[in-house]
């Protein structure tokens, strides 16, 4: 097959989130002796990262990246455009251009749009000729406004949220269904699309997890260390760490006086700045070229998140290191864990400190568990399995 993958930024191994996951596809696809691809904006990835994934692709052609306006034009757009505003911040009419000049040009058979937010450059552009279109929708824009709407109600961010909610439900719908495919990574995600439209062809695709690179440690650290990881640019993390450090930590403290917490991604350093500052063992390590090496030194994985929507990557990286987990509902969307043998499903503070409190006192419960959500990843997850799987799809939506 020839395939043209479309990403909001340069996908390279060293990336965090849901572009590890492209770039997991990419690499994998490329090795099958699929040719593979890629139209990304510009200035998101080092010239080593770039360097990195050239080998794995056919061609790499980068746009400028989308024009920022003042807030005033910003608010006419949003008035005079069908697009809603989220999607406006990802469009540019030279991608809009190039996507339909590069398929044309490399005679590709098929377009994945990675994230809902360059599905809109398969949706009514006028430079796009005849070819397969897929969106891999890494989560529903319009599902997470309504978790933050669920969460911060009659505040200002949850109304503005609210407000939003009809006009992206709308442009989403009709975006979904103009396509060949939408791909989801939950089935709940799947679920939650086809009750607008039964007729959506929508089909869950895992992500995966590299198991042989990510494997429990010999030794962990020898005090006791929660842990959670993210890009704390993204709002759903930066509210899933404020409301753990406000509501359970001081509690936890108190309980386990030796007790470390860790932040680790880009942003974390702000957090502790504004939400943490007499904290004196909360740890903020800012941007990491390898998270590994501080899963190893962790006791329990943290996931407190109530916004957003979708499969957490994160989870899946400290399940593969042997980490028991501590989260949501909602963080534990997409995984078949079992609250009690594979992790514990806390969405109350108390019930969260009560939780972290009984593994890090039950060495033996921490080790059994450790286990089961290893063998979990191992069995279910292992990123040759899920990338079959989109193999399938894609030569599939190619015959149909």
Known sequence: MKILFLTPQVPHPGVAG??????????????????????SFEGTASAENIAALKPHLTELVLSPPPRRHSPFLQLIRSAVMSTPPYFLDYRSREMMRLVGDVVERGKYQIVVAEFSAMGQYLFRNPYLSAVRKVISCHFSIATSYRTVAATYRVSSLGLRSRFGIPRL?????????????????????????????PSMRVQVVHSGVDTQRFQPPAVRSEDPVILFTGQFAMHPNVDAAAWFLRSMWPKLKKLHPRLTFLLVGPGSEEIKRRYARRQDRVV????????????????????????????HFKLMEAMAMGLPVVTTSLGAEGIPMQTGEHCFI?????????????????????????????????????WNTCVDHLETILSDTLKH
């Open 284 to 311: 903020a390590t800012g941007r990491v070229e390898d998270v590994r090496p501080y899963l190893s030194k962790a006791w329990i994985f943290v996931c407190p998140v109530r916004l957003g929507s979708g499969l």
């Open 18 to 39: 849901g572009h590890i996951l492209v770039y997991e596809r990419m690499k994998r696809l490329a090795e099958r002796g699929h040719e593979v691809g890629l139209i």
């Open 346 to 382: 806390a969405d109350r503070p108390d019930l969260m400190v009560s939780r972290i409190s009984l593994l890090l006192e039950d060495h033996e419960l921490r080790a059994a568990m450790a286990e089961k959500v290893r063998r979990l990843v191992v069995d279910q997850f292992d």
């Open 169 to 197: 439900q709308r442009y989403e719908d009709a975006m979904y269904t103009g396509v060949d495919r939408v791909l989801v990574l939950t089935a709940h995600e799947m679920f939650s699309l086809q009750a607008a439209d």
